[in-house]
C-alpha cells in the first residue's frame, strides 16, 4: 500500500522538476529578450525605467555556461578595453575628496557627522561585503534591486515587486544603521563602498520636477503638505496663487535657516539635502564615486570593483541621456534673483567641490 502511495507522488516529482527546467530556460530567454530600454523622461528616473538593467544569475552555476543567452552572458566582452587600464580617473576623483576635505575654509560645508540619519541612507549586501549609500535621482532604484536580488530575497530583479524595492522591512536590504555599533565600524572599515553623484543644481532640477511637478509615484505629501510649508515660508510674492515654483524651492534651500522646514520635513529632504550630508564623503572612506555623467563606464567599473560584475550584467546606456545640460539648467533659473542662486549656490559648494563640478558662472554672476 505505501508502495503504491509513492510511485504516483515520484512521477509527480519528476514532472514537478521537467517543469522547473523548462521553467529556468524560459526565464533566461525572457531576460535576454528584455534588454529594451525605455525613457519617458530624460531628467528623472522613476521606477520605471530600467536603464541599468541588471540581470542576475542566481541558476549559472546549475547550468552549462555555454547554454547562456549571449545577452545574459558575464559582461568582460562588451567593455572597451581601455577603461580596464584606467581607474586613474576613479583615483583622481577620490584625491580630490582627500584634499577638499582638508580646505578648512570649506569644512562646515565639506564635513558631517556620521549620524543615524547618514547610516539610514547606506544599504548592506553583506554577502559580497558593499555598502550602498542612497543618493537619489541618479538611478538608485536599479542599484538598490541589484542588491536586493545579491542579498537573496528575489532571485531576479524582475520578481521584485515595486512595492517592495522601498520597503526595508520585505527587501531583505538592511540599513547599516541597523547594525551594532561594532557592526557598523567593521563593516564601514572593511567593505566596498560606493554612491553615485551628478551635477548639484540639475539634481535639484530633477528632484523639483519629480517630487513637485510630476510626482510619478503616488507621493502625495510632496504637494499637498511640502511645497505649501515652503510657500507659506518663501514665496515672495504674496497675490501669486499658482502651485510652488522652482523659484521657491531655491529660496527655502538657500536659506541658512532651512533647517526649521528640514526637520518638519523627515526624512523626504533626502531629495534635496547635499551629498554630503546624506554620505558623510568625508567622514567615511569611499571606494568609488560614480558620476551620472558617466555612468556609462562608471556603472561597470563599479561592478568591477566590487566583484559583482560576473554576477550581474548591465545594459549600455544611450549616449547622451545622462550628460549635463545647461540649456535646462538655465532655463530653470531663469528669473531667479542673483542673491537667491548664490545663496544656494553657497549652501552646495561643499558638493560642487568635492565632486569636481565647476562652479556655474553663468548663473552667479
Ligand atoms: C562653521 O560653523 C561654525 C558653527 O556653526 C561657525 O562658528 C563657523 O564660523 C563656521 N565656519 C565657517 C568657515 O563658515
Ligand atoms: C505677483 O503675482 C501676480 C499673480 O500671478 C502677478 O499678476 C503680479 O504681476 C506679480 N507681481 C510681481 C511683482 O511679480
Ligand atoms: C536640454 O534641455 C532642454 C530644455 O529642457 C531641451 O529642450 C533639450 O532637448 C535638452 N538637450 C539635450 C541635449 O538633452
Redesign the pocket.
Known sequence: RIIEWLVPDNMHHQWLLLAACFWVIFMFMVASKFITLTFKDLDGYSTKQEFLFLTTMPEAGKMPEEKLPEDVKPTENVLPKNQLDQPLMYLERLELIRNVCRD??L??LSHTTVSKFVLDRIFVCDKHKILFCQTPKVGNTQWKKVLIVLNGAFPSIEEIPESVVHDHEKNGLPRLSSFSRAGVQKRLKTYFKFFIVRDPFERLISAFKDKFVHNPRFEPWYRHEIAPGIIRKYRRNRTETRGIQFEDFVRYLGDPNHRWLDLQFGDHIIHWVTYVELCAPCEIKYSVIGHHETLEEDAPYILREAGIDHLVSYPTIPPGITVYNRTKVEHYFLGISKRDIRRLYARFEGDFKLFGYQKPDFLLN
Do not use: C, L, T, V
Open positions: 578648512e575654509a569644512r562646515n
